[in-house]
């Protein structure tokens, strides 16, 4: 393949960065991001690959993220009823990765690992749908712990503290990055699977508990 037909497949993010910058300051001043940190190494910025997940509060939730990595860019997960709707195109545009969550289509598996592998940061909501906004968290899917194995890449809890009022500040605690193959502490299958989700599950109840430690 020549450098110039690999030039022309290469993905544009001037759309993407475009809307991040633009957003960048009215989301500061409106949200007043406060970030928590597990500890020390979860302090330190993302090199390479890696899964970033969170609870579900709300359709804002990508835009929060985007607060909590603000110096990588990031391929989300999204539903295909989105794709599908008037505002596919601006989905589209920012690199989302569509799935259906009723049937999980290889390609979207393989595009998920794909960006993984390539060092890329990808950013999903394993709950599978938004919480009613208590705060407590719903059962982990073990998709997310299967794409991180395939993708080589470690995951990255994210917390994210249910607003009740739209004036509130925005709270987001980070953890430390995990290895999920230590999850799965060698176990295989669908068994192993469901035990690193729960883990997993049980890591982001840890952090919903730094908040009130703060």
């Known amino acids: ?5 690999s030039e022309r497949e290469r993905p544009s993010y001037l759309f993407y960065d475009f ?10 001043l ?8 597990e500890n020390d190494a979860a302090r330190e910025r993302i090199r390479g690959g890696a899964l970033v997940i969170a609870n579900h509060i709300g359709f804002f939730d990508p835009v929060y993220l985007h607060c909590a990595v603000w110096y990588r860019r990031m391929h989300f997960v999204c539903l295909q009823q989105f794709f599908d709707s008037s505002w596919g195109w601006f989905f589209r545009a920012v690199h989302c990765i569509p799935i259906d969550k009723n049937n999980v289509g290889i390609e979207s598996v393989r595009e998920i690992i794909r960006h993984l592998k ?3 940061i ?23 712990v299967l794409m991180a194995l395939r993708g080589g890449a470690p995951v990255l809890p994210v917390y994210i503290r249910p607003k009740k009022h ?13 290895d999920v ?24 109840r840890q952090l919903k508990e730094l908040i009130g430690r703060s």
Do not use: C
């Open 166 to 178: 739209w004036y509130d500040r925005l709270i987001m605690v980070i953890g430390q990055r995990v």
């Open 30 to 37: 409106w949200y007043r991001p406060k970030l928590i940190y």
């Open 122 to 144: 990808v950013s999903m909501f394993p709950e599978g749908h938004v919480n009613d906004g208590s705060g407590e968290l719903d059962a982990f899917k073990s998709g997310a």
């Open 19 to 28: 809307v991040k910058i633009t957003a960048a300051l009215p989301g500061l």
């Open 1 to 5: 393949m020549s450098a110039a037909k």
């Open 181 to 204: 193959k230590e999850l799965t502490s060698g176990k295989g299958g669908v068994a192993g699977m469901d035990a690193a989700a729960q883990l997993l599950l049980e890591k982001e």
């Open 118 to 120: 390539a060092g890329g």
